[in-house]
């Protein structure tokens, strides 16, 4: 009893110093660690979309930078065609509204994924490790190319996205928009996670032959995974082309995605939560480390490197042994 009460007491509190983070922040003279947390949170979303499949399906997707790509994409192009007042493809009105751009993003996002899921799931291993980096790679070139949205300099989007009654130009404002998407986006995961639907793409990483066996057919969920995790990907480009108000193929770059992969190692592979705070660490340690060296990549793989061989299961996984051993 006194285990079922400790979560949920430990996520109102870390929802609660969440909300109070700016004010706290501004007051302690802080105030771009509210910045820092809206990265935290977007590559948070970005980071537990990718772990549903790889964690949990087992999945090593090398490609979820293309859904992080598209959806920032998809926030700038329309944005310039509305600023410019051409219609895209002469009939698609641009637009500035939240409300239009993310639903429109999370479902492009989502049709590219069923995309590529439909060719790379029919492998495995290496080789859809192979094609859905190949896939990625391929999108990085094409963006790179289209000149009419500002080739390999990027798209600039001069204003963030509209929300009705709400000042998105303020920092403040955006964080919270970020949380409420982002306290959303984790409760719909977990639904999922502890859904049957979540059972299933769990037993198919254990064995996909026995869960044929069985009569469900493994294509067809690994597939649905696939669109998801897409689309959560999707959401949290868009959400990272508003907060920045650019988006670039470097969006799409492989080393987005393995970016987004070490966030899940280091926070934890098939955890909730895991990814979230890979993503803190992650973003915190590039801060610091970055602000010591121009070689910053080297501490953080020797840092990773740490986290792999001897946290077992990463920083969730050992902050909850540290934990219970205070205990």
């Not at 509190?13 to 820092?36: K, M, N, R």
Request: include cysteine; proline fraction near 3%; charge should be positive.
């Amino acid at each position: 009893m006194e285990k079922s009460l400790k979560r949920p007491a430990l996520l109102a509190a870390l929802l609660i110093a969440l909300i109070a983070l700016p004010t706290v922040a501004d007051a302690a003279g802080f105030a771009a660690l509210t910045s820092l947390a809206t990265r935290v949170l977007i590559y948070g979303i970005a980071a537990a979309s990718l772990n549903f499949v790889l964690g949990y399906g087992g999945m090593v997707s090398f490609g979820h930078a293309a859904f992080f790509g598209i959806g920032g994409y998809t926030v700038g192009i329309l944005y310039q065609h509305y600023s410019l007042g051409e219609p895209l493809f002469g009939f698609i009105p641009g637009t500035n509204q939240m409300l239009i751009t993310l639903p429109v993003a999370v479902v492009l996002s989502g049709i590219m994924a069923a995309i590529i899921g439909a060719l790379s799931l029919r492998t495995g291993g290496v080789q859809f490790i192979m094609i859905t980096l190949a896939f990625a790679q391929m999108l990085f070139f094409l963006f790179v190319s289209l000149k009419t949205y500002g080739g390999d300099d990027g798209l600039i989007i001069r204003r963030a996205n509209e929300l009705p009654w709400l000042n998105m130009r303020d920092k403040h404002t955006v964080y919270y928009v970020c949380l409420a998407i982002a306290v959303l986006f984790f409760a719909v995961l977990w639904r999922l996670v502890n859904s049957r639907f979540g059972n299933v793409i769990v037993g198919l990483r254990q064995s996909e032959k026995r869960m044929a066996a069985i009569g469900l057919p493994a294509y067809r969920y690994k597939l649905v995974a696939f669109i998801i995790s897409g689309m959560g990907c999707g959401l949290a480009g868009a959400l990272m082309a508003n907060f920045l108000r650019f988006a670039s193929p470097d969006m799409m770059h492989w080393t987005k995605s393995g970016e987004l992969m070490i966030m899940v190692i280091l926070g934890g592979v098939g955890t909730l939560f895991g990814p979230l705070i890979g993503a803190a660490v992650f973003i915190v340690l590039e801060s610091v480390l970055a602000s010591w060296t121009e070689n910053w990549q080297l501490g953080l793989g020797l840092i990773l490197l740490f986290v792999v061989l001897y946290t077992q299961g990463g920083v969730q996984a050992l902050g909850a042994r540290l934990v219970g051993r205070s205990a």
